[in-house]
């Protein structure tokens, strides 16, 4: 429905807890028949004589679901659908008809009517009718309900979460922000990390300043001092002009160091000064004061990196003034429809329908991408849609719970779904079914993969894998 339509609250009987529903006939009989069968099951039901009364009543009571015949005098049936749908265009509407109107009863499902049931309506049959609309009410109300929690998300920018997990993120985030403290983002991939640091940015008194981000493992390591600290003129080849490196331009503002893990050796002591005096010293220049808030993330684990000395334990404990552990998608399951709603809006597709059986599957999906993965997931379904609704066939292959199928030999050893799938997340999962197929045993697992211990334990720390 149209974003400007105000979806109304639905009438629920006090008693029962179903919806309200207005039955239209001048069959009086029928009417009857159909009245008593609704009572029965639970629901409060309004009548109408005729087309007129049955609008008019409807005008007043707002209910969510009406029934009425085709073939009445005065106002006919399709014209009651149109000016239901014109007060209320989110009500849904079944229409009786006899036998030989079908065709009409055709014209009206393409009017927006929901269902259509052909004379003598049987009791079964009305009330699976009735009860496939009051699914789908359910589905509308949960919708408004999630619109209605989108709404007030709007404290901390993008963020999106109901879960308890993410309120008290929320919660270290709204207390840390006006600081000049450091912080230090933990995660696995796709959790939201950059998302976090913009946030952090701009609910402090920084926010009118740059924010500068930076990803400290997209960048060789040769060029990466110049890159966060500048350089000058003739400092080495090809240095043809003085630049400004990243805190430089974060200054009076806030840099974000992503995957600060994999910093090399040689540029922690650097940093650790920058954090400590304030103070950078761009390649072949002169020490500058620089104002930048630095907050920086890892998908590692920083403290095993410690242990191994891998990482400066003064850097870090220098970066990890506050520690925000973002949870992964599957830890907080509950915020999955709100994320979903969340994606849908800014893709376009706000009003777009998802069937309960589809939502469920992306309930039991562990999503190893987390986020990043279900946004990918529904910019996909956007594009391929098949319907009016989003049903379990247009989910990617590994939701659904099509596992990547083995190949004969010569061929590969996985066949990749067609629409592709992400490095990272594939070897996540060969190094997580490795682990559990060796019932995690470290070295059996790196012969299975066929590669050395230590790069196994890289690759634990790089996708914060650990034993259950």
């Known amino acids: 429905m149209a974003n400007s339509v105000k979806i109304h609250e639905v009438k629920i009987h006090e008693r029962s807890g179903k919806p309200t529903i207005l039955v239209i006939d001048d069959d009086a009989s029928l009417r009857r028949v159909t009245e008593y069968n ?97 699914r789908l009410l359910g589905l509308q109300e949960e919708n408004r309900r999630l619109r209605e929690q989108l709404g007030h998300q709007v404290e901390f920018g993008n963020l999106v979460g109901n879960s308890d997990v993410m309120h008290q993120v929320m919660e270290i985030v709204r207390r840390a922000a006006p600081s000049d403290a450091t912080v230090l983002l933990t995660g696995e991939s ?37 890159e966060l600290f500048g350089h000058v003129r003739g400092a080495f080849t090809g240095a043809v002009s003085d630049r400004a490196g990243k805190f430089e331009r974060a200054d009076g503002g806030t840099l974000f160091l992503d995957e600060v893990g994999e910093l090399p050796a040689n540029l922690q002591p650097k940093l650790l000064r920058a954090l400590q ?44 003034v506050i520690t925000v552990a973002l949870p992964p998608l599957r830890a907080r399951r509950e915020d999955i429809p709100l994320l979903l709603r969340h994606f849908l809006a800014k893709h376009g597709s706000a009003d777009q329908e998802v069937a309960p059986a589809a939502l469920q599957k992306l309930l039991d999906y562990d999503w190893p991408g987390n986020v990043r993965e279900l946004e990918n997931a529904v910019q996909r379904m956007i594009v391929l849609r098949r319907g009016d609704r989003f049903e379990v066939d247009d989910l ?48 059996r697992a790196a012969a299975f993969l066929r590669i050395p211990r230590h790069v196994l334990l890289y690759r634990m720390e790089k996708y914060g894998i650990q034993k259950p």
Not at 190 to 211: C, M, W, Y
Not at 425 to 432: D, Q, S
């Open 190 to 226: 796709g959790t939201g990390k950059e998302l976090i640091a913009r946030a952090i940015h701009h609910a402090s008194d920084r926010r009118n300043a740059p924010f500068v981000a930076v990803n400290c493992a997209a960048i060789p390591a040769e060029l990466l001092e110049s």
């Open 38 to 134: 609704l009572e029965q099951a639970g629901y409060r039901v309004l009548t109408a004589v005729d087309g007129r009364a049955g609008v008019q009543l409807f005008r007043e009571e707002r209910p969510p679901l009406v029934i009425t015949d085709l073939q009445m005098p005065g106002l006919s049936g399709l014209e009651v659908l149109e000016q239901v749908k014109a007060v209320l265009p989110e009500t849904l509407v079944i229409v009786i008809t006899a036998y030989g109107t079908i065709e009409q009863a055709v014209a009206a499902m393409k009017k927006g009517a929901h269902d259509f049931l052909t004379k003598p309506v049987s009791r079964d049959a009305l009330l699976l009718a009735v009860d496939k609309a009051c």
């Open 277 to 320: 005096e304030h103070e950078i010293e761009p390649v072949g220049g002169r020490p500058k004061r620089i104002d930048a808030r630095v907050v920086a993330a890892t998908n590692r684990d920083l403290e095993a990196a410690l242990a191994s000395g891998a990482f400066r334990e003064d850097l870090y404990y220098r970066l990890a």
């Open 396 to 443: 990617p292959d590994k939701i659904r719970g099509l596992a990547l199928a083995a190949t004969p030999a010569g061929s590969g050893v996985v066949q990749l779904p067609a629409d592709g799938y992400p490095l990272e997340v594939l070897e996540r999962e060969v190094v997580l079914q490795a682990l559990e197929r060796n019932h995690w045993n470290q070295t």
